[in-house]
């Protein structure tokens, strides 16, 4: 993969994020729009729909074509219903890859149960000829072990803990540090809980004297090295603001210190409630921000689905019905909005590259529309006469001039 310019990495640093939030009302739900496993669906759609292009990508080069996969808080493997967490997400992608890319993977649980459970779907997946692992223990104390065993190989992890995970210097200085800038390519998806900073950012103004405050302040000082996100937190017209700030910041920290490119997901479950958690990936390559950018496209097609209340005896119509009228209403917005964009950017440029503009390129509908949206505009300002560019050809290489 191509190095990204400092520039790439700055504006997706700081731009690459969702729709903002705005107000969002407590999750009182009637039973009717409860989708409580929305959230889930987004988060497994994201990893699921980004792994297999990341190591097809970064594999290409790696030695034997071995990927290093880490799951870090990995849980049972799949849900009591049967439903695949996100190991058995992982090792159904290592299967399906498993021709032309050797995807090892390290699974790692505290708890005894769902390791018990999760040991059970890694023997399996060795049955099969996998490569798979069952840890059991804290994420921190088998975290040499597994970079150890990285060495040399392409890692991605995905750091999903309940609440906080890893601090912010194992987060930096081990794993990114342990892998060489310009060695082999290291990816980090990872879950910054909302509900972590709305519980413990609220302590700043409590009035109640809660036992074990201080340590609990310091742990979120921990995982966000340093205590900068209080003051955020302070300055926060509301809690909704508070987090999207301290996410940013954490992001642009991280991203900073490491010498990365970040892309922030916030994850919901339902869309007028509170973000749960933001997932955010951080990336050395260009590429990465692009291929996460078309796996959150499809992602959020995957929740919006699950966020449709289900059909009920006495409903006239289904909303499933609509569904898809709904979605070309989407789309065709997202085009219009990325054409308005493409123009503003050849009055600005007068000739640039669709790949080296991302952000601006889709701002608006970052995380929302995807490449076959950005074509659908550049072939429209074509037919009307605006560019040369035709909109054929690999989207992120297109290069968009003004027609003479
Ligand atoms: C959000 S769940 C993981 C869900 C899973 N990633 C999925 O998507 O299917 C978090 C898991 O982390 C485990 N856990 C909590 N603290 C941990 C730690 N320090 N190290 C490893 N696992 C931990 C919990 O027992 C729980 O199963």
Redesign the pocket.
């Given at each position: 993969m191509e190095e990204p310019d400092e520039a790439v990495l700055n504006n997706a640093v700081l731009d690459l994020s969702g729709e903002t939030a705005g107000e969002h009302a407590t999750d009182v739900a009637s039973p009717f729009f409860v989708s409580k496993k929305a959230a889930?669906v987004l988060?497994?759609a994201l990893l699921d729909k980004y792994v297999v292009p990341f190591a097809s990508k970064v594999g290409k080069w790696a030695p034997d074509g071995r990927v290093v996969y880490l799951?870090?808080?990995?849980?049972p493997g799949r849900y009591d219903d049967g439903t695949s967490?996100?190991p058995a997400l992982i090792l159904e992608s290592a299967a399906a890859m498993s021709d032309f890319r050797k995807l090892d993977c390290y699974f790692?649980?505290?708890?005894r149960k769902?390791y018990q459970s999760l040991s059970a779907l890694v023997t399996e997946a060795r049955e099969q000829g996998l490569l798979a692992h069952a840890l059991q223990g804290?994420?921190?104390r088998h975290l040499d072990h597994v970079l150890e065993a990285a060495q040399g190989s392409p890692l991605f992890a995905f750091l999903?803990?309940?609440g906080l995970g890893i601090t912010f210097e194992a987060l930096t200085q081990k794993i990114f540090g342990s892998r060489r800038a310009g060695g082999q390519p290291t990816e980090i998806l990872l879950n910054f809980n909302a509900n972590a900073v709305r519980r413990i950012g609220g302590l700043l103004t409590s009035k109640k004297d809660t036992p074990g405050k201080p340590a609990t302040l310091k742990a979120l000082d921990d995982a966000c090295g340093g205590d900068w996100w209080q003051q955020e937190f302070l300055d926060s017209a509301n809690n909704s603001e508070a987090v999207d700030r301290i996410t940013r910041g954490f992001a642009r920290r991280v991203g900073q210190f490491v010498g990365a490119g970040a892309y922030t997901v916030e994850v919901r479950n339902r869309a007028n409630l509170q973000v749960a958690y933001n997932m955010v990936l951080f990336t050395r390559h260009r590429d990465g921000l692009w291929l996460f950018g078309e796996a959150a496209s499809h992602a959020q097609v995957e929740w919006r689905r699950a966020c449709l209340p289900p059909d009920a005896a006495d409903m006239l119509f289904s909303p499933a019905d609509t569904f898809d009228e709904e979605e070309e209403v989407r789309r065709l917005g997202w085009i219009k909005a990325i054409r308005s964009n493409l123009e503003n950017l050849l009055h600005k440029h007068g000739s640039f590259v669709v790949g080296d503009h991302q952000g601006e390129v889709l701002a608006g509908v970052i995380g929302e529309a995807r490449e076959m949206h950005v074509r659908a505009a550049i072939k429209e300002l074509y037919k009307e006469g605006k560019t040369n560019c035709t909109g054929v050809g690999d989207v992120r290489k297109l290069r968009v001039s003004r027609a003479r």
């Open positions: 889930a988060k497994h799951d870090g808080y990995a849980g967490g996100s790692i649980e505290k708890n769902n804290r994420a921190e999903d803990p309940f």
